[in-house]
């Protein structure tokens, strides 16, 4: 069965993870990366704003530090 995975912030599709397996990626620039974890449906990102927005979305959502969690992507 195929999935079509969609960012929530800007509706893009997601991109396989090359970096890290289990995980979709969005590198928009209005929003920076953002990841999705395929095993729980957590997402990923640094931008304390993004995650704000993606909990009024009802979405499960994780801050990271950018430069251990996003390394080779921002």
Known sequence: ????????ICGKDLD???SMAN????NESSHGTLK???GDGCFFTS????????????KRVHVVDP??????HE
């Open 1 to 8: 069965m195929w999935v079509e995975f969609k960012c929530p």
């Open 16 to 18: 396989d993870d090359k």
């Open 23 to 26: 995980f979709m990626v969005c």
């Open 36 to 38: 999705f974890f395929t």
């Open 47 to 58: 931008d304390q704003k993004v995650a704000e927005e993606l909990v009024k979305r009802g």
């Open 67 to 72: 430069h251990e969690f996003f390394a080779g």
